[in-house]
């Protein structure tokens, strides 16, 4: 399903850069196929980008302790996750592509990372990895299309 926002002449608007965001879940593999193919078909640029959230504490009987090196493994961890998804998306015929991986929440990041793109259409899996996250504040899926200034196509 693509939501389109209101704006004058958005039905014939051509998706010159495609957002995907992309954590690696099979929902998120299938995003990345479906931007894939809209990408061949116009000739769209696309930008892969996941978000780590590196604000990890972990409670001890000293307080709230953040884990050394969390933030250098976790940035490591989505670098390459990311470096996969880029080869496919190459592997496929997709030859002006890139990705970035950025620290904050999902549905901030992609929205913030959207707006500074000037990104024309923001694809996603309807849900990700993190499920608890879902249950506690609302899926990022829903986040981003509800706050997103461009067309936002949710993949199931």
């Known amino acids: 399903m693509i939501v389109e926002r209101a704006v004058q ?11 995907v965001g992309y954590d690696g879940s099979e929902n998120s593999k299938r995003a990345l ?19 780590e959230d590196t604000i990890g504490y972990v409670p001890s009987l000293a307080g709230m ?6 933030r250098q493994n976790l ?17 496929a015929g997709i030859t002006n592509v890139s990705g970035s ?4 929440s999902p549905a901030d990041m ?8 000037k990104a024309d259409l923001i694809v996603l899996g309807r849900r990700g990895i993190r499920g608890i996250e879902r249950f506690l504040m609302g899926s990022v899926s829903s ?8 067309d936002v196509l949710v993949v199931k």
């Open 65 to 70: 302790v953040y884990p050394p090196n969390l």
């Open 9 to 19: 002449g958005s039905r014939n608007r051509q998706y010159a850069k495609i957002l």
């Open 110 to 117: 992609i929205l913030a990372y959207a707006s500074a793109y």
């Open 143 to 150: 986040a981003v299309v509800s706050h997103s200034g461009c």
């Open 101 to 104: 991986v950025e620290e904050g």
């Open 75 to 91: 940035l490591k961890q989505g670098n390459a996750l990311l470096k996969e998804a880029v080869n496919f998306a190459k592997e």
């Open 33 to 51: 196929r479906k931007a894939i193919e809209l990408a061949k078909v116009l000739g769209s640029e696309v930008r892969l980008v996941t978000a």
